[in-house]
C-alpha cells in the first residue's frame, strides 16, 4: 500500500524560509510525478508545485514563483518543498500528492495523498 507522508510544517515568521518533505513507503516516486496542493483556512485546496514523472520538470503557481523550489532526491523515495520569503497568505495545510499523469496541476489527476501538514506564517 502506498503511503505519503509530509514533514516540516510549523509557525515561521514573514521572511522565513523552511523546507517540506513528502516520504514515500509502499513503492518509490520512480513513475510518478509528485506535486505540493495547500488548503488555506476557509479556502478551497489550491495547487502549489509539482515535478514530472519524466525528465523531474517543475512547475509552480504563480503565487509561490521564484520563492519555492520543488526537488526529488537520488533515491525517489522523498520530495521538498523549499520555501523562502514566506509571507503570511502562504499559510495553509500542504499536502504532498503522487500521479501516474506526466504533469498534472488538478486534483482529480492524483491517486495518493499525504495527511498534510500545517504551515502558519505569522508575527
Known amino acids: 500500500q502506498v503511503q505519503l507522508v509530509e514533514n516540516g510544517g510549523g509557525l515561521v515568521w514573514p521572511g522565513a524560509s523552511l523546507s517540506l518533505s513528502c516520504s514515500v513507503s509502499?513503492?518509490?516516486?520512480?513513475?510518478?510525478?509528485v506535486a505540493w496542493f495547500r488548503q488555506a483556512p476557509g479556502k478551497e485546496r489550491e495547487f502549489v508545485a509539482l515535478i514530472s514523472r519524466v525528465g523531474n520538470t517543475p512547475s509552480y503557481a504563480d503565487s509561490v514563483k521564484g520563492r519555492f523550489t520543488i526537488s526529488r532526491d537520488i533515491n525517489a523515495v522523498t520530495v521538498y518543498l523549499q520555501m523562502y520569503n514566506l509571507r503570511p497568505e502562504d499559510t495553509a495545510v500542504y499536502y504532498c500528492?503522487?500521479?501516474?499523469?506526466?504533469?498534472?496541476?488538478?486534483?482529480?489527476?492524483?491517486?495518493?495523498w499525504g495527511q498534510g501538514t500545517q504551515l502558519t506564517v505569522s508575527s
Open positions: 500528492a503522487a500521479s501516474q499523469a506526466f504533469a498534472s496541476n488538478l486534483q482529480r489527476e492524483y491517486d495518493f
Open positions: 509502499g513503492r518509490t516516486f520512480n513513475g510518478l510525478s
